[in-house]
T-cell receptor
Framework: GDSVTQMEGPVTLSEEAFLTINCTYT??????LFWYVQYPGEGLQLLLK?????DKGSNKGFEATYRKETTSFHLEKGSVQVSDSAVYFCALSDSGGGADGLTFGKGTHLIIQP | DSGVTQTPKHLITATGQRVTLRCSPRSGDLSVYWYQQSLDQGLQFLIQ???????AKGNILERFSAQQFPDLHSELNLSSLELGDSALYFCASSVEGTSGELTDTQYFGPGTRLTVL
């Protein structure tokens, strides 16, 4: 079945550091890929998405590129802020049309220190 | 604010009991999804409804059931509760495309935290 693997952390960085959170996936079809973020005590918010190979999703300074050859969708940000501290989830949808649930990784807890 | 609402925010109950969690999707969204988030299992898809009909099933236990009503709100019923059912339960809804098709972008509610004692 489908699966998503991501580093679990916690990942601790200083403010303004470069961030990479690795995500790799296994899927039978041609999935759409997502990054969601969960701030303490809140629900999941969609951060960015990509629907086909070589697409780059970006939002709020974060970006991720859909790499079919390495089945990866790594999240990057050039300069993190304390407000980026949260749990980040990589996810995929393998339904090709919106029917079916998302498959999530276990989440990466990111801590940014001032 | 995603526009998806869930009630209650917190629920504390005892083993063996039954509870109902409620979700209202974003205005205009026909599809509702339920997820369970626990420390040991992570985030798991439970079930999806589309316009009142069950559309996909994930790792949902037989003790759990759901339905979607004509006004599109959904309820998740959990019965014969066990300690291991303690978790955050999220509802999500998905945007319908311009030609009526579902897209795979889901918007999540704030969740209901269930504690089984």
């Amino acid at each position: 079945g489908d699966s998503v693997t991501q580093m679990e952390g916690p990942v601790t960085l200083s403010e303004e550091a470069f961030l990479t959170i690795n995500c790799t996936y296994t899927a039978t079809g041609y999935p759409s890929l997502f990054w969601y973020v969960q701030y303490p005590g809140e629900g999941l918010q969609l951060l960015l998405k990509a629907t086909k190979a070589d697409d780059k999703g970006s939002n709020k300074g974060f970006e991720a590129t859909y790499r079919k050859e390495t089945t990866s969708f790594h999240l990057e940000k050039g300069s993190v802020q304390v407000s980026d501290s949260a749990v980040y989830f990589c996810a995929l949808s393998d339904s090709g049309g919106g029917a079916d649930g998302l498959t999530f990784g276990k989440g990466t807890h990111l801590i940014i220190q001032p | 604010d995603s526009g998806v609402t869930q009630t209650p925010k917190h629920l504390i109950t005892a083993t063996g009991q039954r509870v109902t969690l409620r979700c209202s999707p974003r205005s205009g969204d026909l599809s509702v999804y339920w997820y369970q988030q626990s420390l040991d299992q992570g985030l798991q898809f439970l079930i999806q409804y589309y316009n009142g009909e069950e559309r996909a099933k994930g790792n949902i236990l037989e003790r759990f059931s759901a339905q979607q009503f004509p006004d599109l709100h959904s309820e998740l019923n959990l019965s014969s509760l066990e300690l291991g059912d303690s978790a955050l339960y999220f509802c999500a809804s998905s945007v319908e495309g311009t030609s009526g098709e579902l897209t795979d972008t889901q918007y999540f509610g704030p969740g209901t935290r269930l504690t089984v004692l």
